[in-house]
């Protein structure tokens, strides 16, 4: 059943595996001259010694209009991966099967449905968060230098919080979290519509939403580590002792011989 | 003889209607059988429910003993035909072979590549590409090579036009002659059946009206036609199933085992498409829903 989920599936991994290989290509080509201005800059020596303002001011001024607006493509575009997988893998995943019928073609093979379900599912998901993984990996690396070097001039028009809204989605392993969540997304709403269009754009746009509010709303209240100060006390405390209980009598235990 | 389909008041409902009630039978093995009735009598529900893809709001279904697709293994012994012959149409004809030899232990690839060598189908087409005739073929190729010991057809010939069907059909029973799957079949045609079923159920306004070998049907339903009668007049054993008057004459499908002796009658044998028909609008007319079984 895995190999016919594969099968299945060989459009949408041919269409990210191009994808994937023109950003590849294009990162690639461009990287010597971003990590030579890099190295160049002396960003990493400073850190341990002196102002890096300036070695970040100059650095920034050094990249070329195309670093800057292909860091920017860049976090655009691992924004709308999660997206683009839960609107055009995830949502059609099973209702193209309820549409065209072809359930009843799956389900009749001497294979429970169950297991037609955790293959599809289970062969989507690792796709989709491999797919995201990647290009997470590819940009996170790429744009290592500009991430190091931009937060020294906070006047600069490519400094970003690293757990702002723009940065933290788009490095490391969050677009693997945001990927899983638009695949569960879009195969929910097409296990509740059970059709493909309506499916699709239900996904796009609820995914979008919580895409807009989540970072509003919802991880300010998590980004920070809670503080408390020292000099005054809690307001309320809660004291926890320890009470020792006595041990029951060993009256049944059976008694080791001496 | 054991039964390869065995209901029992069974029922289907869906939001708004019964799809399926009240429906008991037991339907031989080793058997081709018809099931007739007009669009949205409810077979499809049955032979879905037969195949595990629906499940019953109430009573029982068991099928080669089992309950529809209780596992891999009840399931490899049931082959599909679903309606219209839904195929991946991106997935060429190979890749659906390829499909089949995966998802079933059983499956039989010499039997595979000598039907679509005979058909003539070109491995490297798409499914979405073939033409109706040449997709239901393909769909009956992936349920008989699954070796299955029953195979169910909803409406597998509906749609194609009347040459494609008579290969279809050929097809079909050459495939059971050979490898002796009992078979439930359905159609809204009763030429269609006629050729091929020893069997018959037919099924109306979501009820079986009538089930049993398709000789013994024939030998104990009668046309008669005569001076016009009240239908209480007629003697006991003779059960009325479908009645037309005109000022002076009445014709009635009658059955009954008993031959018919009344000298003012003239009786007729029926057709297979007649006591159908008999059943089918007797089921309009009548609102008592008389359920009958023929062994």
Known sequence: MIRLSVLQFRAQAATAAVALAVFAVILAATSPHLFGLYDSSGIAACQAHGNCLPLATSFVNKLGGFYTVFYFIGIGFLLLVPAIIGTFWAAPLLTREFEAGTFQLAWTQSVTRTRWLAAKLGVGALAAVATAGLFSLLLTWWSGPIDTAAPFDKGNSITFLRLGFVLFPTRGITPLGYAAFAFALGVTAGVLIRRTVPAMAATLATFLSIQIAWPIWVRPTSSHPPTSSSRSPPRTSLTLTWRSVPAAAPSSCPTCPA | ?295
């Not at chain 2, 060598?117 to 073939?130: K, T, V």
């Open chain 2, 1 to 295: 003889m054991s039964a390869v389909i065995q209901t029992s008041g069974l029922g289907k409902r869906y939001r708004r209607a019964w799809g399926l009630r009240e429906c008991t039978l037991a339907i031989p093995e080793g058997r081709v059988v018809g099931l007739v009735g007009p669009n949205g009598a409810g077979k499809t529900t049955l032979l879905h429910m037969a195949a595990g893809l629906l499940a019953p709001t109430c009573g029982t279904i068991s099928v080669l003993g089992q309950r529809p697709a209780a596992g891999p293994a009840q399931l490899a012994r049931v082959g599909f035909v679903a309606q219209d012959t839904p195929v991946y149409a991106r997935m060429s004809v190979a890749d659906h072979l390829r499909l089949g030899a995966w998802l079933n232990p059983g499956w039989d690839d010499a039997l595979t590549r000598r039907r679509i060598g005979r058909l003539g189908l070109d491995p490297r087409q798409r499914a979405g590409s073939l033409s109706g005739g040449q997709r239901a073929q393909l769909a009956l190729t992936l349920a008989l090579a699954k070796r299955p010991d029953l195979l169910i057809l909803d409406e597998p010939v509906a749609s194609l036009d009347p040459l494609a069907r008579r290969e279809f059909l050929r097809g079909l029973m050459e495939a059971v002659a050979e490898h002796g799957a009992s078979v439930v079949l359905s159609s809204h045609l009763v030429a269609d059946l006629e050729r091929v079923c020893d069997y018959l159920v037919v099924l109306a306004a979501s009820r079986v009206r009538v089930a049993g070998e398709v000789s013994a049907l024939l030998a104990s339903h009668h046309r008669l036609s005569g001076p016009r009668r009240d239908p209480g007049a007629l003697p006991a054993g003779q059960e009325v199933i479908e009645e037309s008057h005109t000022d002076k004459q009445s014709i009635f499908l009658v059955r009954t085992d008993q031959p018919i002796h009344d000298p003012s009658w003239t009786v007729k044998p029926v057709s297979m498409e007649d006591l159908v028909l008999g059943y089918m609008s007797g089921a309009r007319d009548d609102r008592t829903h008389r359920l009958e079984v023929v062994s």
